[in-house]
């Protein structure tokens, strides 16, 4: 168990609607990154958020936000959703503002989109 | 852009066979680290090497870090059924300080 919570674990969802993840970081940690992993994909880095501030974006859809809340938590909103977005999200947290440190992973929520 | 290229990007072998996937930048690093994720598992955190030429050991798993600091492999040796997931590198880039994955090597065991 890495200590990091995603919620739900499985989400299943029509093209058009809209969906929210959650993640909950490790004890301590400020930092919170979003990636996302098409079937036997690699990770896709989303976005970065470091103490409630955007840090980084990476390959993030303008469809798709995020934000973190005073209590360290996130949600990765998205939005008009399509087939293509049907993934698995990873949530993960380190202690640092710089992704150069060790990340611990969520266990992931799985999107499918029909 | 900035990439990390890893290979192979699947290794078929046999248990008790070795092992090894390697990494290659195109920039220096400052540090790369390597996950595993297992099958239906989420990545989980190995190590982490730093400097020039850096060998770490593991028990059956050794990671190298190269001279130039662009480079960089994990070898298992004798691979069991344990071993079985994909293995990621990432490394970090000092220009903003961000991770940048590779694509991962998946290790399948013959049956």
């Known amino acids: 168990d890495s200590g990091v919570t995603q919620t739900p674990k499985h989400l299943i969802t029509a093209t058009g609607q809209r969906v929210t993840l959650r993640c909950s970081p490790r004890?301590?940690?400020?930092?919170v990154y979003w990636y996302q992993q098409s079937l036997d994909q690699g990770l896709q880095f989303l976005i970065q958020?470091?103490?409630?501030?955007?840090?980084a974006k990476g390959n993030i859809l303008e469809r798709f936000s995020a934000q973190q809340f005073p209590d360290l938590h996130s949600e990765l909103n998205l939005s008009s959703l399509e087939l293509g977005d049907s993934a698995l999200y990873f949530c993960?947290?380190?202690?640092?503002?710089?992704?150069?440190?060790?990340?611990?992973f969520g266990p992931g929520t799985r999107l499918t989109v029909t | 852009g900035q990439q990390v290229m890893q290979i192979p990007q699947y290794q078929h072998v046999q248990e008790g066979e070795d092992f090894t996937t390697y990494c290659n930048s195109s920039t220096t690093l400052s540090n790369i680290q390597w996950y595993k994720q297992r099958p239906g598992g989420h990545p989980v955190f190995l190590i982490q090497?730093?400097?020039s030429g850096e060998v770490k050991k593991q028990k059956r798993l050794t990671f190298q870090f190269g001279e130039a600091k662009k480079n960089s492999s994990l070898h298992i040796t004798a691979t069991q059924t344990t071993d079985v997931g994909t293995y990621f590198c990432a490394g970090r880039v000092d220009s903003n300080y961000q991770l940048i994955w590779g694509a991962g090597t998946k290790l399948i065991i013959k049956p």
């Open positions: 958020y470091y103490n409630g501030e955007e840090r």
């Open positions: 004890s301590g940690d400020l930092s």
């Open positions: 993960a947290s380190s202690v640092a503002p710089s992704s150069g440190y060790e990340q611990y």
């Open positions: 090497l730093v400097k």
